[in-house]
């Protein structure tokens, strides 16, 4: 088919988990979708590690409470009433894909395979999908959009704008599309990176890449500031240059380089109980190893080695040999382990954009643009984050099922 000589219904640009549970959706098939890149949903191919942890059951309640902002929350609020996990698990369901729910409550197909779900959405895709289109301009004259590419211009009634944000950029998120909401009169959040991992200064522990701390209790303090800005309880992962792990992706959209990050390696609810906990096992057991009861306390033989090596402790050291002031390092050093935040990882490796097009100019009951009529945005584009878990999917696939709902064809 020669597309270019049609007018359309609706143009979507952008074929990723947004853009194409849209192009499933439409009430028309006078429909394109313009893709950038030689394939659709690259991105969801490498999701949930290959997976695609595509929502979270688990917070039923509280399921808004795992995006960035109170303005994010209250923006998504309409989408999810209309389209929650529940509707997308039966939608998947009805479509042929098995899905299993861990006991995280996150929701996977029951594959495990990313390629079941991007193929599932590529075959339920109401439009034409063009590939290798780059787009150069786009403009709005009277009633119709004009989206010129390298491929010829198309010409549309309803324009959506589902190109995603700017991580991971070689699966075809590159940040372009906020170029293109510019040209269509929208302001962008800056853009940075989140869900990432961190690096540390003077990082001596990349030995321990690989091994996680479970349940740890952190505290993020601002540079000469006493008073922490976040507290966080969730498991933290040594990587080769830092930190990463749930709680620090999490924690990583408020960060910094120059902040520092206070943790502890045990799993920690009440400090003084732990520290108090420590100091007796020290006492109690003068002859014994300090590696030994760090072990005993439930630390891996790793971490527990590495604390009497930071203290330049005799590896043989016994409680017997540490006076008071030892051993409250040992204690603090448990429970109150500190770093300074080097830098937070690039858009090379974020998970997410923090940032996007402002929610401000969009009407959150439709996802049409303020400015602009007949334009919508769906997905990540929009100045929305949500934890790890399955919430930037759900907030991809609710956002473009309301545009589905309300666009008029
Ligand atoms: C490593 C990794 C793992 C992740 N794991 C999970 C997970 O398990 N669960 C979860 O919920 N979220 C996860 N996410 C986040 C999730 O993938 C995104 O939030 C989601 O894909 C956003 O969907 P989207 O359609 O808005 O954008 P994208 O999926 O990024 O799709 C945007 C599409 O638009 C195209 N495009 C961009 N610009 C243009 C342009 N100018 N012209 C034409 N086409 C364009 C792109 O090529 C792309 O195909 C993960 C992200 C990463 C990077």
């Not at 007018?7 to 429909?31: C, E, N, Q, R």
């Not at 960035?68 to 389209?83: D, K, V």
């Not at 540079?223 to 966080?232: I, S, T, V, W, Y």
């Not at 954009?353 to 009529?373: A, P, Y």
Request: glycine share 8%; net charge neutral; charged share 20%.
């Amino acid at each position: 088919m020669d597309t270019r000589n049609t007018l359309y219904d609706v143009v979507v640009i952008g074929g990723g988990a947004a853009g194409l549970f849209l192009a499933a959706h439409l009430p028309t098939s006078k429909a394109l979708l313009i893709e950038h890149k030689e394939a659709a949903g690259k991105k969801i191919l490498i999701t949930g590690g290959g997976m695609c942890n595509l929502t979270n059951t688990q917070a039923k309640e509280d399921f808004l409470q795992h995006y960035g902002s109170r303005a994010q929350r209250n923006f998504l609020l309409p989408s999810f009433q209309a389209f929650p996990p529940s509707s997308l698990m039966q939608w998947f369901e009805s479509k042929g894909v098995s899905l299993v729910t861990r006991e995280d409550g996150k929701v996977f197909p029951a594959s495990l395979d990313a390629h079941e779900i991007r193929d599932v959405l590529v075959r339920e895709s109401k439009a034409s999908i063009v590939y290798n289109s780059k787009i150069s301009s786009l403009s709005k004259d009277g009633e119709y959009f004009s989206i010129h590419t390298d491929n010829g211009c198309f010409t549309c009634k309803n324009l959506v704008l589902a190109t995603g944000g700017m991580s991971y950029p070689n699966t075809g998120s590159d940040g372009s599309g906020y170029s293109l909401a510019k040209m269509l009169g929208h302001s962008i959040v800056p853009p940075k990176p989140a869900l990432a991992a961190i690096m540390v200064d003077t990082y001596q522990w990349k030995h321990l890449a690989g091994n996680a701390i479970r349940s740890s209790y952190a505290e993020f303090h601002h540079p000469g500031e006493k008073k922490r800005f976040l507290q966080a309880t969730g498991d933290i992962l040594f990587t080769h240059d830092g930190l990463s792990g749930p709680l620090i992706l999490t924690a990583s959209r408020e960060l910094k380089a120059g902040d520092s990050i206070t943790f502890s390696l045990l799993p920690m609810e009440n400090k003084r109980e732990v520290q108090e906990y420590l100091l007796a096992l020290l006492s109690s057991q003068p002859k014994k190893q300090v590696s030994t009861i760090l072990k005993e306390a439930g630390l891996v033989t790793s971490l527990a080695q590495q604390v009497v090596r930071e203290l330049a402790l005799d590896p043989t050291s016994t409680p017997a040999h540490l006076n008071k002031a030892q051993r409250q390092d040992l204690v603090r050093m448990v429970t109150e382990r500190r770093f300074i935040i080097k830098g937070i990882k690039g858009f090379n490796a974020a998970m997410v954009t923090c940032g996007g097009v402002s929610l401000k100019e969009i009407d959150r009951n439709n996802m049409q643009s303020k400015r602009v009529e007949h334009l919508y945005f769906c997905g990540e584009i929009l100045d929305v984050d949500g934890q790890s878990g399955g919430y930037n999917l759900q907030a991809a696939f609710s956002t473009a099922y309301c545009v589905a709902e309300h666009i008029q064809v």
